[in-house]
């Protein structure tokens, strides 16, 4: 049968250990590290983030202006077999 625990001074020791300003500077500090790192991690995966959008809007820049001279030389090529037709 399950006997509840009616030792309180373990109790009170315990939440004594967990209130100790020592332990709480020290999960403070491995809390604060932790974060540290999260951050930096999010800050590198931004930083590729940015830069491959960067490279694919050039990419697309690229692409648009080849697409605007397509267009003009098919527009050009449409207009001389119009020219060719009417003969």
Avoid at 58 to 86: N, Q, R
């Amino acid at each position: 049968m399950y006997r509840h625990n009616t030792d309180l001074s373990y109790d009170r020791n315990q939440r004594k250990q967990k209130l100790d300003p020592l332990n709480v500077e020290k999960d403070n500090d491995l809390q604060s590290n932790e974060l540290r790192s999260k951050v930096a991690s999010l800050k590198s995966l931004t930083i590729e983030i940015g830069n491959e959008v960067r490279e694919h809007n050039k990419f697309l820049d690229t692409l648009s202006d080849d697409f605007e001279k397509s267009g003009g030389i098919l527009g050009a090529t449409l207009s001389k077999l119009g020219f060719v037709s009417k003969k």
